[in-house]
């Protein structure tokens, strides 16, 4: 059974503290994703991983930051925490194209 | 640029009736393409994809690549298929990102 993990279900924090959201997965998989689900605008890409310590900026990238330093375990960095992240983030896991990815439970942060 | 496109942000049928989720994309290669479902309280979680053909609780999907459409449809709705459904879209490359829709929240009234 895949299992993907997102280290807080919930998270609050100040504005500009740099904040950490941890993801793992058990399942070797090469591609690790992190979006954001905001209502009425889906899930937004903000960085993806095809392998360890690459990294590519997905479509809202601005404002975080990743690590990808072991294959099991990738990380989205807020840099400055702001209001506007405020959000639920996702991570997920998956192979090679054309395979399903794989998602946590979320982590719901609210920036006050 | 990858996009998905799903232009119903709310879809509400009856029991029993037929219900069709659109989803549209724009892509350059050739695409891969996902319905994912998000039931209440529960993690997002691939339905089905257009590689395997199958149908997953009576849910089928074609691909028509003239109409670069990939529509979610069932022949008769049931109340648990209420939920949150994503189409989502990934090239074939080897470091390719899995794009999504903002999402259709069907709604299947008894």
């Known amino acids: 059974d895949v299992k993907v993990t997102q280290s807080s279900r919930y998270l609050v924090k100040r504005t500009g503290e740099k904040v950490f959201l941890e993801c793992v997965q058990d399942?070797?998989?090469?591609?690790m994703f992190w979006y954001r689900q905001d209502p009425g605008l889906g899930l937004r890409l903000i960085y993806f991983s095809y392998d360890v310590k690459m990294k590519e900026k997905g479509d809202i990238p601005e404002g975080y930051s990743v690590s990808r330093e072991k294959k099991e375990r990738f990380s989205l960095i807020l840099e400055s925490a702001s209001t506007n992240q405020t959000s639920m983030y996702l991570c997920?896991?998956?192979?090679?194209?054309?395979?399903?990815?794989?998602f946590g439970q979320g982590t719901r942060l609210t920036v006050v | 640029a990858q996009r998905v496109t799903q232009p119903e942000k709310l879809l509400s049928v009856f029991k029993g009736a037929p219900v069709e989720l659109k989803c549209n994309y724009s892509?350059?290669?050739?695409?891969?393409l996902f319905w994912y479902v998000q039931y209440s309280r529960q993690r997002l979680q691939l339905l089905l994809r257009?590689?395997s053909r199958e149908s997953i609780k009576g849910f089928t999907a074609d691909l028509n690549k003239g109409e670069t459409s990939f529509h979610l449809k069932k022949p008769f709705a049931q109340e648990e298929d209420s939920a949150m459904y994503y189409c989502?879209?990934?090239?074939?490359?080897?470091?390719?990102?899995?794009?999504f829709g903002k999402g259709t929240k069907l709604t299947v009234n008894p």
């Open positions: 892509y350059s290669g050739s695409p891969e």
């Open positions: 989502a879209l990934r090239g074939w490359g080897g470091s390719e990102k899995l794009v």
């Open positions: 399942m070797d998989h090469e591609n």
């Open positions: 997920a896991s998956g192979g090679q194209a054309g395979a399903e990815a794989f």
């Open positions: 257009h590689i």
